[in-house]
């Protein structure tokens, strides 16, 4: 079945460390995107990609990073700059202008 | 700045009742319309997509979009318990380049009580 995969589905970051968050599609969809979401925030955009070996800055891109090397994959990583990265992170995928996002289940990152 | 307004509730009501969810959005050149359901701990799921002017219908849920008033809602018909959930209210703004970035609401939490 064609979906997205998210992975872990929960994870532990010390301070000063580094944690990356898998995320794989194989919806075919062109356009992938991260948000970040916290209890009465709603979803925050934090990078976005069109197209392979492009992405974009989204609303909070800052103490994260990405990389679109195949079209499946779009994993985001949070840096130890981010201060405050306990949050539930989300993974969506979508074929194209007009159309709604497929979302994965999503990571809960929890700051030990 | 684009904007999506909705009431974050929680709207409570009876099982078998009319749950009306309500959405503005400041973007006047909006194009499409979509509502979310994400239940607790959940990731949001799609529900209903509506891109003109009126009432669109899939089984128990109806969506209505009025553009000259930026008003999008969400009727669901006969409600269940498993219906108590968060509903997130998305629109895609219209941006030069056709980028189809959604931007979301902060969700209203429904509660149907048997």
């Known amino acids: 079945d064609g979906g997205i995969t998210q992975s872990p589905k929960y994870l532990f970051r010390k301070e000063g460390q580094n944690v990356t968050l898998s995320c794989e599609q ?7 995107y991260w948000y970040r979401q916290d209890p009465g925030q709603g979803l925050r955009l ?28 779009f994993p985001l990583t949070v840096t130890s700059a981010q201060k405050n990265p306990t949050a539930f992170y989300l993974c969506a995928s979508s074929p194209g202008v007009g159309y709604g996002y ?6 809960r990152l929890t700051v030990v | 700045q684009k904007e999506v307004e909705q009431n974050s509730g929680p709207l409570s009501v009876p099982e078998g009742a009319i749950a009306s969810l309500n959405c503005t959005y400041s973007d006047r050149g909006s194009q499409s319309f979509f509502w979310y359901r994400q ?5 949001p799921e799609l529900i209903m997509f509506i891109y003109s002017n ?9 969506a209505q979009l009025n553009k000259a ?10 409600s269940q318990p498993s219906d108590s ?12 380049g056709g980028s189809e970035k959604l ?12």
């Open chain 2, 39 to 43: 239940y607790s701990g959940k990731s």
């Open chain 1, 46 to 73: 934090i990078y976005y990609s069109q197209i392979v070996n492009d992405f974009q800055k989204g609303d909070i891109a800052e103490g994260y990073s990405v990389s679109r090397e195949k079209k499946e994959s």
């Open chain 2, 85 to 96: 959930a968060t509903y997130l209210c998305a629109v895609m703004p219209w941006t030069q």
């Open chain 2, 69 to 78: 008033s930026q008003y999008v809602s969400l009727l669901i018909r006969d």
């Open chain 2, 103 to 114: 931007v979301f609401g902060k969700g209203t939490k429904l509660t149907v009580n048997p």
């Open chain 1, 26 to 32: 194989n919806l075919n969809h062109d356009a992938m």
């Open chain 2, 54 to 62: 009126g009432d669109k219908e899939d089984g128990r849920f109806t």
């Open chain 1, 102 to 107: 497929t979302f994965g289940s999503g990571t």
